[in-house]
T-cell receptor, first 110, second 112 residues
Framework: GQNIDQPTEMTATEGAIVQINCTYQTSGFNGLFWYQQHAGEAPTFLSYNVLDGLEEKGRFSSFLSRSKGYSYLLLKELQMKDSASYLCAVPYTNAGKSTFGDGTTLTVKP | EAQVTQNPRYLITVTGKKLTVTCSQNMNHEYMSWYRQDPGLGLRQIYYSMNVEVTDKGDVPEGYKVSRKEKRNFPLILESPSPNQTSLYFC???????????FGPGTRLTVT
């Protein structure tokens, strides 16, 4: 079946760098997404990787290795507002199914 | 403003009373999907639609129905709700299924 693993919780200090890992096993691959979800709110899109390598977007970067089934989200210069859940997601097959990881809850402390 | 809307935002109902949660998007997206989210769990896909009149089951379709008669609307129907369907529900849409999804604000459903 389809499986995505992420750490449940992480804690980091304001101004620091944190890396959130995601491993996946899916049949078919159409890229990997990262979403941010603040408590009680809807997920919002952060990044998308379809080829191996690093994609940088401001303070956020995302990396993909398709051969290893592995991705990470890198958050730099952490701010208090970055405290949220980060969801790794993989659309699989060509027919519309999507699998989300359970999310990593990041707490940023002063 | 480009958005996905859901109604109602909050609903408390009783077991067995049919209900419909509406979802509408104004971005002319082909792909729409319903998810449920429970504490400690990620988003689990209920149903999805690749286009008008094309719907299919996600990972947790039992107890739910959907329809896609118009491109913009994708209602979720619970014919006979049960307490185990108490959850936070999100509707989402994207240009095509492999693109980023835009989520509605969520519907918090409680079935007693």
């Amino acid at each position: 079946g389809q499986n995505i693993d992420q750490p449940t919780e992480m804690t980091a200090t304001e101004g620091a760098i944190v890396q959130i890992n995601c491993t996946y096993q899916t049949s078919g691959f159409n890229g990997l997404f990262w979403y941010q979800q603040h408590a009680g709110e809807a997920p919002t899109f952060l990044s998308y990787n379809v080829l191996d390598g690093l994609e940088e977007k401001g303070r956020f970067s995302s990396f993909l290795s398709r051969s290893k089934g592995y991705s990470y989200l890198l958050l730099k210069e952490l701010q208090m507002k970055d405290s949220a859940s980060y969801l790794c997601a993989v659309p699989y097959t060509n027919a519309g199914k999507s699998t989300f990881g359970d999310g990593t809850t990041l707490t940023v402390k002063p | 403003e480009a958005q996905v809307t859901q109604n109602p935002r909050y609903l408390i109902t009783v077991t067995g009373k049919k209900l419909t949660v509406t979802c509408s998007q104004n971005m002319n997206h082909e792909y729409m999907s319903w998810y449920r989210q429970d504490p400690g769990l990620g988003l689990r896909q209920i149903y999805y639609s690749m286009n008008v009149e094309v719907t299919d089951k996600g990972d947790v379709p039992e107890g739910y129905k959907v329809s896609r008669k118009e491109k913009r609307n994708f209602p979720l129907i619970l014919e006979s709700p049960s307490p185990n369907q108490t959850s936070l529900y999100f509707c989402a849409s994207s240009q095509v299924f492999s693109y980023e999804q835009y989520f509605g604000p969520g519907t918090r459903l409680t079935v007693t």
